[in-house]
């Protein structure tokens, strides 16, 4: 199983990205997704989740109205478009997968940074 994000960097506030996250090795069709992040000194958290054929999605609080998370089951792949970002957007995003025959989200990128400062 391989999930690999691209898409970080430095932005200025107000600013937007967008992140990928490319996944192999697992029914990624049959599979919920989540982004989450953790900044420095903080706890991780969630910030998106997508069901597997895309229908639901659900956001923090936090980033409500701003972020949009979405898929491309054709490509593998699961996005996490930035928009209005902020100062506190700054951390490491991570892409999660769940394993569809336990449930579990088990399988985990490598993380990329994201920046917002001016």
């Known amino acids: 199983v391989r999930l690999v994000e691209s898409g970080g960097g430095l932005v200025q506030p107000g600013g937007s990205l967008r992140l990928s996250c490319a996944a192999s090795?697992?029914?990624?069709?049959?599979?919920?997704m989540r982004w989450l992040r953790q900044a420095p000194g903080k706890e991780r958290e969630l910030v998106a989740i997508?069901?597997?054929?895309?229908?639901?999605?659900s956001y923090a609080e936090s980033v409500k109205g701003r972020f949009t998370i979405f898929r491309d089951n054709a490509k593998n792949t699961v996005y996490l478009q930035m928009n209005s970002l902020k100062p506190e957007d700054t951390a490491v995003y991570y892409c999660?997968?769940?394993?569809?025959?336990?449930?579990?989200?088990?399988?985990w990128g490598q993380g990329t940074q994201v920046t917002v400062s001016s």
């Open positions: 999660n997968a769940q394993d569809s025959r336990t449930g579990q989200y088990v399988y």
């Open positions: 090795g697992f029914t990624f069709g049959s599979s919920h």
């Open positions: 997508i069901s597997s054929i895309g229908n639901s999605r």
